[in-house]
């Protein structure tokens, strides 16, 4: 028993002798901090920015308002048609889908229209169709238009003969072509149609295109200048005047008539105007019919108006099928805004304010 006992004390001491040689466990060092090295981002790249839409319109630009058409038609030909303007006469039909529209005082305190169609083809009826006068077939010839009247005096009837004009006359012409309407009284009811009159185009073989010069046009980019110009009114007389509202939101001029809105008798919309070119000449009456002399060879002044803005110009004609010419301070032939252009020709004894 004392020998278990002694050895389990040697065993202790023995023990206890390695845990005291043991080293004691040493503190963990922390790590040197190492240093940061800025990493440079570079900026995102910048988005490219979009291209600009541009739109390119089918076909090609009508010489006559630069709106856009298939190329057939607007490479075919012109009718220019003379229409009534007698108070009986109201309201035109189709009248609105002319590009370009003259107004030229006639005998009396009266004024008469004559539109230039190429793009549109008006679907209804197309009238009151009336007669000609010498300075209406010297602008259908400029065009090189198919001249549509009924009848007229001694001397248009023979400047047309001599010049060879392609006319549909309604006084040769059957009633299929031309008839008259029983709401108003003749003479101020003759009336026609595209269709009719291009199936006349047709059998009597008529050139399908027109020769001529067209306008220029400017896009919106543009910039014009000028005085303001929201109200146009053109008194032509006492009994007969012409007027012209500016609208911002459609940048177009309305038309009235005698103080009326002039509206198409096809829907009763109100005729708009893109331009207004105010061409200032000689008139004198020439017989006891009261029948004028309007000169439109030549050179004089005028007005154009568009965008609501008026600007002086001048006017050049060098012959009777030439092209007239319109032109801004500096000689630079004026770029009219692709629509609808009104062309009021005036004599001296007629005014225009602008307000």
Request: hydrophobic fraction near 35%; charge should be negative; include cysteine.
């Amino acid at each position: 028993m004392k020998k278990i006992n002694c050895f389990a004390l040697i065993l202790i001491l023995i023990t206890t002798s390695l845990i005291g040689c043991a080293k004691a466990p040493q503190p963990t060092q922390e790590p040197d901090p190492v240093a940061e090295i800025p990493v440079e981002i570079p900026d995102p790249e910048p988005l490219p920015e979009p291209e600009p839409v541009v739109i390119v319109p089918e076909g090609i630009p009508s010489p006559l308002s630069g709106n856009y058409g298939p190329e057939e038609i607007v490479n075919g030909r012109i009718m220019a048609i003379v229409f009534d303007n007698h108070p009986a006469a109201r309201w035109q039909a189709g009248l609105k889908y002319a590009e370009v529209v003259y107004e030229y005082p006639v005998e009396g305190t009266f004024t008469r229209y004559m539109g230039l169609f190429l793009l549109n083809h008006p679907e209804g009826q197309i009238g009151p169709v009336r007669s000609a006068r010498p300075y209406l077939v010297t602008k259908a010839y400029e065009f090189d238009a198919i001249f549509v009247h009924v009848g007229g005096s001694e001397a248009a009837k023979s400047d047309a003969r001599n010049l060879k004009i392609a006319e549909i006359d309604g006084l040769t012409s059957s009633p299929r072509v031309f008839w008259r309407e029983s709401s108003k009284k003749a003479p101020n009811n003759l009336y026609t149609s595209m269709d009719e009159l291009r199936k006349v185009q047709k059998d009597k073989g008529f050139r399908g295109k027109s020769e001529f010069e067209g306008f220029i046009f400017a896009g919106e980019e543009v910039q014009r200048t000028g005085s303001p110009a929201n109200k146009v009114e053109i008194i032509y007389n006492k009994s007969n005047n012409t007027r012209f509202e500016y609208d911002n939101d459609s940048e177009t001029y309305l038309r009235f008539k005698d103080g009326k809105p002039h509206v198409d008798e096809s829907d009763g919309n109100q005729l708009k105007a893109d331009n207004i070119i105010i061409q200032k000449t000689n008139i004198k009456v020439l017989d006891n019919e009261g029948r004028l002399g309007i000169t439109v060879e030549g050179e004089g002044s005028g007005l154009y108006i568009s965008r609501g803005l008026s600007e002086e110009i001048t006017w050049s004609k060098t012959s009777r099928s030439g092209k007239t010419f319109y032109f801004d301070s500096s000689g630079n032939e004026i770029q009219l805004k692709p629509g609808i252009t009104w062309i009021q020709i005036i004599g001296g004894n007629s005014s225009v304010i602008i307000e």
